[in-house]
């Protein structure tokens, strides 16, 4: 579990799944009363054509800043199967963004 400064959290949990009793993870955050799915395994992931979320790392665990944006990694399962794909993730749960995956080319860096 991740706490800010605001006394907001972020964790990852163990969840069934309404379709099949599958152990799922998915990562919550927000501030007590008034937590957020962030992401869960299984769902498909946003900007990445025909992948899905398959169940976060623990280590490292879910990170979460002064602003609400939680951060986590992921290897996301491919839909046409094959090996997965590591990937990191920052935002809300309204604003999910890809910030890296594997395989594709590292942003230009910022001007000094």
């Known amino acids: 579990m991740n706490l800010n400064t605001l006394g907001e ?3 990852l949990v163990a969840t069934l799944s309404p379709d099949d009793a599958a152990v799922l993870n998915a990562i ?3 501030p007590a009363g008034a937590l957020q799915v962030i992401a869960r395994a299984r769902d498909a992931a946003p900007g990445v054509p025909g992948t899905s979320f398959r169940q976060f ?3 490292p665990p879910p990170t979460l800043n002064d602003t609400g944006q939680v951060s986590f ?14 990937s990191l ?15 594709t080319p590292a942003p230009a860096p910022l001007p000094d």
Not at 73 to 86: N, Y
Not at 89 to 103: F, I
């Open 9 to 11: 959290v972020a964790f």
């Open 28 to 30: 919550y955050a927000g």
């Open 57 to 59: 790392n623990r280590n």
């Open 73 to 86: 990694t992921d290897p996301l399962t491919p839909s046409a199967g094959g090996t997965t794909i590591p």
């Open 89 to 103: 993730w920052s935002g809300t749960a309204s604003s999910l963004t890809l910030a890296g995956l594997s395989g």
